[in-house]
């Protein structure tokens, strides 16, 4: 089984890196993002401090769903995804590979570009390391739910804002509880709970969300 | 018993100055069940019947 | 209605088989002159549960010592909050029964629910915000609750927007189930989440003082809208689904008529 994973993470690992561009643009489109807030609200340090944790959560909540469309789309369109699913590897390695794959091509770049960013909205070192604890233990989730999301429009019309209008809603805990860590670390309040909580996300979905993927896979696939 | 709460037709309608938020809540549901209504008769016109829970 | 061409049902074979007199109505087409039956006697219902409610509402409850007559919306709001997200429940669990039987029906039902649902949300929402108005002095207030039924609009929008965008019924009825099954989880973790952040933040929140009479009358009173909810809820899904059964069974023989796959969306 684990066997299969690693295959399946090294084999999208290695499409991945023909390809750095797209891994780029998620985090160009993430710097951007972020860049784009102080434009509008004025630059006022304490303000940009004080919303510092949300617009960066949401920013690379946006990114990580910019990139959802890659996750099956390549292998649906040549025709590799059917194969996977009739294949020697059991369903669920596969998407548990992939997904993996997926965060460690978009989830784990930003997450070591956040702090950067971080710092041009002010926010103190405490705030960065939990900026970083959360996206670590958050982005994962981000991947494994969206890959749900990525599963059920899979060749749908208008796949893309379909997704982000599936998947959104669900990221909402992730969002309260990884942005409510960072700024209880601005605030200098423990928020050791937050990151307890993110973790029990990542568990739960770890487990649940890749059964969930391939049953929408074979209903995508059927 | 009941009526007891209000003391004329334009008290009930005035909702002691808050009308326009209690009616303009009942109203809107109002309006969504005739919406909602409607659009099943639409539905069934479409289909080429009459009315929906007519052909049993 | 005319001929029906479709594969025959596992509800029917299975009831037929088992002798299990309900399970015959797993097939659209038993199922269809029962629900033609039944709406009327909910529909009535629906009518008398409503007409007692608002009679409690706004005669036998008195004023509100704080809010005055505006605390009459909760009338509305909260039956219409309960319903959205019994609705969802009830939509997801029809998924899931089609899972697990395999039937058609299931998936009919679920597109059924899907738009009182949301009409419901957006009723809560929408007298939320008339109730937050006068009280809290804007139109829209952060609280949990309020928040909550938001995202559950989302949740059902996207369930909409993903059945309207794949045009194979059974796929889009199968994908559906796992979207709303996948949302139902999630629900009761998205409100711990928004009542966690609505704490943190000081947000308000819409509710009442009451005295403890004040407060019986007013739970019959929201009891019985939604009862009045639930009655209405339950024919107008009826009567959608019969729509579906007709829209589909109809999409059946056209394709063996022309030989060929058409959407059905008009």
Redesign the interface.
């Known amino acids: 089984m684990f066997a299969s994973i690693a295959g399946i993470i090294e084999r999208d690992l290695r499409l991945a890196f023909r390809r750095k561009g797209d891994v780029a643009q998620v985090l160009v489109f993430f710097v951007i993002v972020a860049s784009l807030f102080p434009l509008g609200t004025g630059a006022e340090p304490n303000q940009l401090r004080a919303m510092g944790p949300g617009v960066l959560w949401v920013a690379a909540l946006l990114a990580a769903l910019l990139s959802l469309g890659r996750l099956f789309a390549a292998d649906y369109a040549d025709g590799s995804l059917e194969q996977m699913l009739i294949g020697a590897h059991p369903l669920v390695a596969t998407v548990a590979g992939k997904t993996i794959a997926h965060w460690l091509t978009t989830g784990l770049p930003l997450t070591l570009l956040a702090p950067l960013i971080g710092l041009q909205y002010g926010l103190p070192g405490p705030a960065l390391g939990a900026l970083v604890a959360s996206l670590a233990l958050g982005t994962p989730v981000l991947s494994l739910i969206g890959a ?1 999301g990525s599963a ?2 899979l060749g ?4 893309a804002v ?1 997704l982000a ?2 998947v ?3 990221y ?2 992730v969002l ?2 990884g942005a ?1 860590a960072v700024g209880a670390a601005l605030a200098g309040l423990p928020h050791a709970a937050h990151l307890s909580l993110l973790g029990a ?1 990542l568990a739960f979905s770890a487990v ?1 969300a890749p059964w ?1 993927t391939c ?2 896979l074979r ?2 696939l ?1 | ?3 007891m ?2 003391g004329s037709v334009d008290a ?1 309608l005035d ?4 009308g326009l ?2 009616w ?3 109203g ?2 109002v309006l ?2 005739a919406i ?2 409607l659009a ?1 008769k639409a ?2 016109r ?2 080429g ?1 009459s009315a ?5 | ?1 005319g001929q029906v061409l479709s594969t025959p049902d596992i509800g029917l074979a299975e009831g037929s088989a088992r002798g299990e007199w309900w399970l015959r109505y797993a097939a659209p087409q038993a199922f269809f ?1 029962l629900a ?2 039944l ?2 006697y909910f529909a009535l219902l629906a009518v008398l549960f409503a007409l007692c409610g608002l ?1 409690v509402g ?6 509100d010592f704080q809010q ?3 605390y ?2 909760i009338f ?2 909260v039956p ?1 909050a309960w319903m959205s997200m019994f609705l969802y429940v009830v939509m997801a669990l029809w998924g899931a029964a089609g899972f697990v039987l395999n039937t058609r029906l299931s998936g009919m039902m679920a597109s059924a629910i899907a ?2 649902g949301a ?1 419901f949300t ?2 809560a929402l ?2 939320g915000a ?2 937050g ?2 009280t809290w002095g804007t139109w829209w207030v952060w609280d949990a609750r309020l928040t909550s039924e938001l ?1 559950l609009l ?2 059902y ?2 369930f909409i ?2 059945k309207a ?2 045009d194979d019924p059974r ?1 889009a009825d ?2 559906g189930a ?2 709303a ?3 139902v ?2 629900v009761p ?2 409100y ?3 009542q ?2 609505n704490t ?1 933040h000081q947000g308000a929140s819409v509710s009442l003082t009451r005295s403890p009479q004040m407060a019986a009358t007013m739970l019959w009173g929201m009891l019985l809208m939604a009862a009045a909810a639930w009655m ?1 809820s339950i024919a ?1 899904c009826l ?2 689904v ?2 579906i059964i ?2 589909r069974e ?1 999409e059946m023989a056209w394709m063996r008529e022309l030989g060929e796959s058409r959407t059905w969306a ?1």
């Open positions: 749900v059920l429009t749908t019309r208008g796949a379909l209008l599936l959104l809603p669900l909402v805990p309260v509880f409510g996300f649940f969930a049953a929408a209903i995508a059927d | 018993m009941g009526a709460n209000w009930f909702m002691g100055g808050y938020f209690v303009g809540s009942y809107v549901a969504c069940v909602e209504l099943l539905r069934a479409r289909l019947a929906p829970g007519e052909a049993r | 209605m002159p033609g039956r709406i009327p009679y706004f005669f036998a409850a008195p004023t005055g007559e505006s009459r919306i509305l709001h219409a738009p009182t009409m957006f009723l929408w007298s008339l109730w108005k006068p995202i989302f949740l929008v996207g927007a993903l965008s794949i796929r199968r994908a796992v979207l099954l996948v949302g989880i999630n973790i998205i711990f989440s928004v966690w952040w943190l209405y107008v009567a959608r019969r729509l007709r829209e109809r008009q």
